[in-house]
């Protein structure tokens, strides 16, 4: 397989999808960037064209105005019975040119992933396909099954459809986001006191509209500008704005009524939206008091971003800070950066992190008491990282047996060890000693 623009971030995340399905993946980038390769463990492909012509599917992964290029330039040179993909937020024009430059015999298949590079997996995430009939038999079923083996939900539709409903979906949605963005500089206000002042939507708005400021510009300039279609959805949001606007102007408040009730009726059950809302808006709310519940605890604390695992006591948990004892040192941590650890997250990282104490414990057992089974009984403890045993041998004609216990390093290993060893006098185990 071969990803032309794997260097770019949605081209690494797919090297990565698919490397770890199995394919023997290659990338290649203008920039002939190698390292990028050997990070993620995938060949770079020195000469495009011949790597083209030995690759069983080739995917384009290139920004929107060069598409179309792209594709005339590499389609022609690939061989019988393989596959042409893109994953391009437009797909009409790609669609067309993958079926005028591509040979009858090379199967081809539009594809948009409806999510960015940051998603760990594809769980839940939307994945829309636009086949074109008689154009992908062999290949379409093994793509959709991965993806949906991978817990994608797979959309299929036409592609003029597909960009009918992006106009709205990305377009409508990006533009009115980025709008709001330029004109609280517009307003030059003051975006961090206003937090002061927030209600649950306008946090959550604030983070959206952040979210869209903070991603590529010229990406989100090209699925403004690429799509025919933007155009008249844009004019329809512009007359809309300026008519509620004469409304509020004018103070026309049976208008203002009529138009909101008239949107309500048209967007249907309202219902629905104001579960899901209020459960995110709940989940932040629950989250933060969750973080003040635990202050004066020790907690784990996962940066989002950086990956980054923090442990320690927490000291203290403002709206938008946390404040992180580490040994010594104290951490300051933005809270919208970080995500508490459940308590057996935070045991997996103490078990991999920690150097732990060891103890080795020997008894005498039952007669007829599986040794194993009594090691599972120990495994069972929150406090040890490993159990084994590592000796057994007859004594008397009774069966002696050694079990090794690995303890959590921050447990005191005198009171564990003597927990373990109640409970093995508990089930008929005596103590050598």
């Known amino acids: 397989m071969l990803i032309v623009g794997g260097t770019g971030e949605m081209g690494q995340w797919f090297s990565t999808f698919f490397k770890n399905r199995g394919f023997d993946v ?23 064209h011949s790597e083209v012509t030995e690759s069983d599917v080739v995917i384009i992964s290139v920004p929107i105005d060069i598409t179309e290029q792209v594709i005339a330039e590499v389609a022609p040179l690939m061989r019988a019975g393989t596959l042409l993909m893109d994953l391009t937020s437009l797909k009409t024009g790609p669609t067309r040119a993958m079926q005028k430059y ?25 994945f829309i396909l636009t086949p074109i009939v008689d154009r992908c038999q062999k290949w379409f079923p093994v793509i959709r099954e991965m993806l949906e083996e991978s817990g994608a939900h797979v959309v299929i539709v036409g592609p003029e459809e597909h960009d009918r409903f992006v106009s709205v979906v990305q377009g409508l949605t990006h533009f009115a986001y980025i709008t709001i963005g330029t004109t609280l500089d517009r307003l030059d206000f003051n975006v961090k006191e206003s937090r002061r002042f927030m ?41 809309e704005c300026h008519s509620t606007s004469e409304m509020v102007r004018e103070h026309d408040l049976e208008g203002f009524i009529t138009k909101m009730k008239d949107a309500a009726m048209h967007f249907g059950d309202v219902s629905p939206a104001l579960r899901r809302s209020d459960k995110l808006i709940n989940y932040k709310i629950s989250e933060y008091e ?3 519940t635990s202050v004066g605890k020790e907690c784990g604390l996962l940066h989002v971003y950086s990956g980054k695992i923090h442990v320690g006591k927490l000291r203290k948990v403002t709206p938008t800070e946390i404040l992180l004892a580490e040994g010594t040192k104290i951490a300051s941590l933005k809270i919208e950066n970080i995500q508490l650890l459940s308590p057996q997250e935070l045991n997996e990282w103490k ?46 004609e009774k069966k002696s047996v050694t079990y090794r216990i690995s303890i959590l390093a921050d447990q005191e290993p005198k009171k564990v060890q003597t927990d373990v060893e109640r409970i093995l006098c508990g089930i008929g185990c005596q103590l050598r000693v």
């Open 199 to 239: 209600s649950p939507v306008y946090d959550i708005m604030l983070d959206f509209v952040g979210r869209i400021l903070g991603q590529n510009p010229y990406l989100y300039a090209m699925i403004q500008m690429e799509n025919p279609e933007v155009i008249r959805v844009h004019d329809a949001f512009l007359q």
């Open 290 to 292: 969750h973080l003040l």
């Open 351 to 396: 078990r991999k992190n920690l150097i732990h104490h060891r103890r080795d414990i020997s008894v005498i057992v039952p007669e007829n008491a599986d040794p194993e089974i009594i090691l599972d009984v120990l495994s069972g403890n929150e406090n040890i990282v490993e159990s084994e045993i590592i000796d057994t041998y007859l004594i008397h």
């Open 26 to 48: 290659s990338i290649w980038g203008k920039s002939g960037n190698t390292e990028i390769a050997e990070r993620l463990d995938v060949r770079f492909a020195h000469d495009l």
């Open 102 to 126: 591509a040979p009858a015999d090379v199967e081809i298949l539009g594809t948009h992933p409806m999510f960015g590079p940051t998603i760990p997996n594809l769980h839940g995430q939307r």
